[in-house]
């Protein structure tokens, strides 16, 4: 396993979802992690991050309504996502922060929220 992410799912807006990545240890440990997503026919922007001590920061358009943490026993990364609304629709991907080139995007997760 180097980066995987699971959870998504199709939603209708105001709803909530979590995401999982699970990472190999040798991303993960001692270093911040981030969540980042792709949007069709957008670049990928950078959501939220969370450093090796849990120290948390967050894209304006997702403030308030998206959480990110970690559990260091288990080398993974989560992203609680509430009030959802269909411009969050995007693949979400889990990577270090900044992003390391050494280990590519990994399996993304497909997040669809309808109006």
């Known amino acids: 396993v180097q980066l995987q992410a699971f959870g998504g799912g199709l939603v209708q807006a105001g709803g909530s979802l979590r995401l999982s990545c699970a990472a190999s240890?040798?991303?993960?440990?001692?270093?911040?992690m981030a969540w980042y997503r792709r949007a069709p026919g957008q670049e990928r922007e950078l959501v939220a991050t969370?450093?090796?001590?849990?120290?948390?920061d967050y894209a304006d358009s997702v403030k308030g309504r998206f959480t990110i943490t970690r559990d260091n026993a288990v080398n993974t990364v989560y992203l609680q996502l509430n009030s959802l609304k269909p411009e969050d629709t995007a693949v979400y991907y889990c990577q270090a922060w900044p992003y390391d080139a050494l280990y590519g995007w990994g399996q993304g997760t497909l997040v669809t929220v309808s109006s």
């Open positions: 969370i450093t090796a001590g849990g120290t948390t």
């Open positions: 240890m040798s991303i993960f440990r001692h270093r911040s």
